[in-house]
RNA sequence: GGGAUCGUAGUUCAGUUGGUUAGAACGCCGGCCUGUCAAGCCGGAGGUCGCGAGUUCGAGUCUCGUCGGUCCCGCCA
């Protein structure tokens, strides 16, 4: 094999009448009888090869049999091509290489699709043959991108002296919040590790033992089900910091993500992000994770339909709607592909109103009298041609799913530029929601979360009324980021836990070295975790979390490459102590 | 756990109210061709219609089940 002289990207003009050598794929092959046309590839680029029958040393013959994604390493000399013959879509499109020898290094079988074209396969079949779709040239690109975010980070957080550690991947399991992978012991017959959902509680214990700015760029394994942009197993970038509040995070934070979008897309975010409590987003955005790219907001609607003649709202505990700019011209059918969609949210219906000369027409707009629909337009700015849609259910129903109804307009309305990047801080989460299903208190982030007010007597008896000292970091509509500050002080510890309905036997049992540790001497503290998968999804312009992965996992949780998850030997089971029920 | 949707040559797809021998393009194989860059022209091979039942004289087409892909709800401290 002869070793290149230079990759598939560089040769240019500079280098005519010089012998090299390159190495590569096939990416296409022209013939043309005597002559025949190669494009090499390789990572940094293609590269025009000719074989001419006259200048070629080897055999003619077995030229003729090249085809896709062999792999080649050519010698021969660097020719500048005619003025008609260069390929300006191609960073080496002004010279070719005359080839005099070459070597096939390895054939490649005939190919289930096509690397050039990745929309040539299906994904089920593209993930069987991940290999062969890392060739091509977006998944190429991804990769790149998630290489200089994973230097962007290491270089930010490095420089301000924060330490990377790294933690344990088998853990204890700790049942709070999502399931977890388990990996049973062989040396303890009976008993499981954990696969960690975060290193929430090493990253604590890190700060208890002086570490003061940590942070690790892990993998996390949760096993629910999974979604366009979610994984069984990801990739955080996990923080942590003491002697800290909120805000001392969330700027960092601020630098880190900055820092970040201008080295890997050269692109200024606006500073400092804008703050929005929790409340509000749900409010205005229906959402937690608000995507700030376009002003569609809803509007509490209530004080009118109380005042109008349709009773189904009379009853509801809320009723919001949203003004759709020009929306009037949907047909009766857009309007109930859109009722379907705010269906899946649980809601009953899609009532709406569409603006016309000056009044209200169609829909439910007979129950509202001619006063009333100035009012309603004057209030909600409404021109002729838009469009109002009005859904009243339950609070968390309606915000739920007019705050859906707001992405699906935007995305059939085209309001979002790819170009544009929003980042919105969420504050005052609260504490604590209430679960009907097991009648108990879940954590909104995690158990360790530090709550805004003092008042345990408060605490105790309305535990939802009490925000945390959470934050999450949304960029346009995705969760990038969550963190709080927090709490460092056992007694309060304990009193979490209490209201969380984890009894102090059981406290203890779990949770009992952690809380432990807080007794020692622990500082103040707090941090957060970037999806690092998702952060990189942005940068790269893609919504499918697989298309930053190397080798992803479909939606049931399995690798089509190489059929993971897959039964094992009896004798491993025996090993383990392990029995499959059949 | 639930909903929607898809599964037909190697690949992407077409296939009418259930009816003769399941088609096209690209790819593959063979041939021609000295300036292509989605090369072109001529010829050829290639099918368990995801799998399994059922209805029917007859199923790619209808029904049920099952496996797999995607998107969504629930779930994701």
């Given at each position: 094999?002869?070793?290149?002289?230079?990759?598939?990207?560089?040769?240019?003009?500079?280098?005519?009448?010089?012998?090299?050598?390159?190495?590569?794929?096939?990416?296409?092959?022209?013939?043309?009888?005597?002559?025949?046309?190669?494009?090499?590839?390789?990572?940094?680029?293609?590269?025009?090869?000719?074989?001419?029958?006259?200048?070629?040393?080897?055999?003619?013959?077995?030229?003729?049999?090249?085809?896709?994604?062999?792999?080649?390493?050519?010698?021969?000399?660097?020719?500048?091509?005619?003025?008609?013959?260069?390929?300006?879509?191609?960073?080496?499109?002004?010279?070719?290489?005359?080839?005099?020898?070459?070597?096939?290094?390895?054939?490649?079988?005939?190919?289930?699709?096509?690397?050039?074209?990745?929309?040539?396969a299906e994904e089920d079949l593209r993930l069987k043959y991940r290999f062969?779709e890392?060739?091509?040239?977006?998944?190429?690109?991804?990769?790149?991108?998630?290489?200089?975010?994973?230097?962007?980070?290491?270089?930010?957080?490095?420089?301000?002296?924060?330490?990377?550690?790294?933690?344990?991947?088998?853990?204890?399991?700790?049942?709070?919040?999502a399931r977890d992978y388990l990996v049973?012991?062989?040396?303890?017959?009976?008993?499981?590790?954990?696969l960690?959902q975060?290193?929430?509680?090493?990253?604590?214990?890190?700060?208890?033992?002086?570490?003061?700015?940590?942070?690790?760029?892990?993998k996390c394994f949760r096993d629910e089900d999974l979604r366009a942009d979610r994984q069984p197993e990801f990739t955080?970038?996990?923080?942590?910091?003491?002697?800290?509040?909120?805000?001392?995070?969330?700027?960092?934070?601020?630098?880190?993500?900055?820092?970040?979008?201008?080295?890997?897309?050269?692109?200024?975010?606006?500073?400092?992000?804008?703050?929005?409590?929790?409340?509000?987003?749900?409010?205005?955005?229906?959402?937690?994770?608000?995507?700030?790219?376009?002003?569609?907001?809803?509007?509490?609607?209530?004080?009118?339909?109380?005042?109008?003649?349709?009773?189904?709202?009379?009853?509801?505990?809320?009723?919001?709607?949203?003004?759709?700019?020009?929306?009037?011209?949907?047909?009766?059918?857009?309007?109930?592909?859109?009722?379907?969609?705010?269906?899946r949210?649980?809601?009953?219906?899609?009532?709406?109103?569409?603006?016309?000369?000056?009044?209200?027409?169609?829909?439910?707009?007979?129950?509202?009298?001619?006063?009333?629909?100035?009012?309603?337009?004057?209030?909600?700015?409404?021109?002729?041609?838009?469009?109002?849609?009005?859904?009243?259910?339950?609070?968390?129903?309606?915000?739920?799913?007019?705050?859906?109804?707001?992405?699906?307009?935007?995305?059939?309305?085209?309001?979002?530029?790819?170009?544009?990047?929003?980042?919105?801080?969420?504050?005052?989460?609260?504490?604590?929601?209430?679960?009907?299903?097991?009648?108990?208190?879940?954590?909104?982030?995690?158990?360790?979360?530090?709550?805004?007010?003092?008042?345990?007597?408060?605490?105790?008896?309305?535990?939802?009324?009490?925000?945390?000292?959470?934050?999450?970091?949304?960029?346009?509509?995705?969760?990038?980021?969550?963190?709080?500050?927090?709490?460092?002080?056992?007694?309060?510890?304990?009193?979490?836990?209490?209201?969380?309905?984890?009894?102090?036997?059981?406290?203890?049992?779990?949770?009992?070295?952690?809380?432990?540790?807080?007794?020692?001497?622990?500082?103040?503290?707090?941090?957060?975790?970037?999806?690092?998968d998702r952060?990189?999804m942005?940068?790269?312009?893609t919504s499918n979390i697989r298309d930053v992965i190397a080798f992803p996992k479909t939606t049931s949780a399995m690798s089509l490459m190489d059929g993971a998850p897959s039964s094992v030997?009896?004798?491993?089971?025996?090993?383990?102590?392990?029995?499959i029920k059949k």
């Amino acid at each position: 094999m002869n070793k290149r002289t230079h990759t598939c990207g560089e040769l240019t003009s500079t280098s005519i009448n010089e012998k090299v050598s390159l190495s590569g794929w096939v990416n296409a092959v022209r013939f043309h009888g005597q002559v025949v046309f190669v494009d090499i590839r390789d990572r940094y680029g293609k590269t025009q090869i000719v074989y001419n029958q006259d200048s070629f040393n080897g055999d003619f013959e077995l030229v003729k049999k090249l085809s896709m994604e062999d792999v080649l390493s050519v010698t021969g000399v660097v020719q500048k091509r005619d003025k008609n013959a260069i390929n300006p879509n191609i960073a080496t499109g002004e010279v070719e290489v005359i080839v005099s020898d070459h070597e096939i290094l390895n054939e490649s079988a005939p190919l289930p699709f096509m690397i050039t074209d990745r929309n040539s396969a299906e994904e089920d079949l593209r993930l069987k043959y991940r290999f062969l779709e890392l060739r091509t040239n977006e998944l190429q690109n991804n990769i790149k991108v998630r290489h200089r975010t994973y230097q962007a980070v290491r270089t930010f957080l490095s420089n301000n002296d924060f330490l990377e550690v790294e933690t344990p991947v088998l853990m204890k399991s700790t049942p709070e919040g999502a399931r977890d992978y388990l990996v049973p012991s062989r040396i303890h017959n009976g008993k499981f590790y954990a696969l960690p959902q975060s290193p929430q509680m090493y990253k604590q214990l890190l700060m208890v033992s002086g570490f003061d700015r940590y942070f690790q760029i892990v993998k996390c394994f949760r096993d629910e089900d999974l979604r366009a942009d979610r994984q069984p197993e990801f990739t955080q970038i996990d923080i942590e910091m003491s002697f800290v509040d909120e805000n001392d995070v969330m700027a960092k934070c601020e630098e880190l993500t900055s820092t970040i979008f201008k080295e890997v897309k050269n692109i200024d975010l606006v500073k400092p992000f804008p703050k929005m409590t929790y409340a509000d987003a749900m409010s205005k955005y229906g959402t937690d994770c608000p995507d700030l790219r376009y002003d569609l907001f809803l509007n509490d609607f209530k004080p009118f339909s109380d005042k109008s003649d349709f009773k189904a709202f009379s009853s509801a505990e809320s009723v919001m709607g949203i003004i759709v700019p020009d929306g009037a011209k949907y047909s009766r059918k857009e309007i109930e592909l859109l009722t379907e969609h705010v269906k899946r949210y649980k809601a009953k219906g899609l009532a709406w109103m569409k603006a016309d000369e000056g009044k209200l027409n169609g829909g439910i707009s007979k129950f509202f009298d001619d006063d009333l629909q100035i009012q309603i337009r004057k209030k909600f700015n409404i021109n002729d041609g838009d469009i109002l849609f009005i859904i009243g259910d339950k609070n968390k129903i309606t915000q739920l799913s007019l705050g859906s109804l707001r992405i699906a307009i935007a995305r059939k309305e085209g309001f979002v530029k790819s170009t544009d990047f929003k980042p919105v801080w969420i504050t005052d989460f609260p504490m604590f929601e209430y679960n009907d299903e097991d009648k108990r208190y879940h954590s909104l982030q995690h158990p360790f979360t530090q709550p805004k007010s003092n008042d345990l007597k408060k605490l105790k008896e309305s535990p939802e009324a009490i925000p945390s000292k959470q934050y999450d970091l949304i960029i346009n509509g995705y969760e990038v980021a969550g963190g709080s500050v927090r709490i460092h002080n056992s007694e309060q510890q304990k009193i979490i836990f209490d209201i969380l309905g984890i009894d102090k036997k059981e406290a203890k049992e779990r949770f009992g070295f952690f809380i432990d540790a807080l007794k020692y001497g622990t500082p103040p503290h707090g941090g957060i975790a970037f999806g690092f998968d998702r952060l990189v999804m942005l940068l790269a312009g893609t919504s499918n979390i697989r298309d930053v992965i190397a080798f992803p996992k479909t939606t049931s949780a399995m690798s089509l490459m190489d059929g993971a998850p897959s039964s094992v030997f009896q004798d491993q089971l025996k090993d383990l102590g392990i029995q499959i029920k059949k």
